[in-house]
């Protein structure tokens, strides 16, 4: 085997493991947003008093985690293309791909922190 496809062969298994990695991210993230959103929706007749901390946190939270969703979305679509097409990483999706990896974590923090202000806001009415 020559120099030159070893090197080939190394950057390929590279590559791969790089998608590996992104794609479990992306899908953990992406399935942990979609099941705190079906979660919020199941038991929001339950807990939702009247009050506007409430209310505002629900709504807050559940914005913030399908921007997650959306831009975990939009970030696998750029790695999968990349991927399949066999194209050479581009600056632009390196970019790209790192933005929307700081948009997919700070929707999912933010929904996970207003979901935490709707707990706590709503303590009192379970106990």
């Known amino acids: ?5 070893q090197m080939f062969d ?3 298994d590279k590559s791969t493991y790089d998608f590996s990695i992104r794609s479990d991210f992306l899908k953990h993230l992406t399935t942990l947003s979609t099941g ?9 007749n339950t807990f939702l008093k009247e009050g506007s901390i409430n209310r505002f946190a629900i709504v807050i939270a559940i ?7 959306v831009a ?8 999968l293309f990349n991927q399949d097409l066999h194209l ?4 632009w999706s390196k970019k790209v791909n790192k933005i929307l990896a700081i948009m997919i974590l700070l929707g999912f923090t933010g929904g996970m922190i207003f979901v935490a202000v709707f707990a706590i806001s709503n303590i009192y009415a379970v106990l």
Do not use: D, R, W
């Open 72 to 79: 975990g979305a939009i970030s696998y679509a750029i790695i």
């Open 63 to 69: 914005i913030c985690f399908v921007f997650s969703i």
């Open 10 to 12: 190394e950057q390929k």
């Open 36 to 44: 705190s959103i079906v979660l919020i929706t199941t038991l929001l």
């Open 88 to 91: 050479p990483n581009y600056h």
């Open 1 to 5: 085997m020559s120099h030159f496809h």
